[in-house]
């Protein structure tokens, strides 16, 4: 897959309950979005909860948390929803 070039140009990314229905390859792939909020934007997923450790490793593995990407992102807010069923995460880029 060609790497996106659209650096800073969204105010938002949404990806509500996809991450876990994407294979490995398209995880990573997927990884590119996490670089196109704007300063001051955000990335908010949401994952089922017992999904969450491995979406945690995925975003280690993308550099996200943990990694290349850690001092563009912030985690703003992590919340259980749906009788603690799943999770939101909303990660603002600095």
Do not use: K, S, Y
């Amino acid at each position: 897959m060609e790497t996106l070039r659209v650096d800073g140009q969204f105010n938002a990314i949404t990806m509500l309950a996809v991450i876990e229905h994407l294979d490995d390859a398209a995880q990573r792939r997927a990884g590119q979005l996490f670089t196109m909020p704007r300063p001051g934007g955000r990335v908010v997923f949401t994952v089922p909860e017992p999904a969450v450790d491995p979406i945690n490793r995925l975003l280690v593995r993308l550099g996200i948390f943990g990694g290349i990407r850690a001092e563009r992102l912030q985690l703003e807010c992590r919340e259980r929803f749906q009788l603690g069923v799943n999770d939101l995460f909303v990660l603002r880029r600095r």
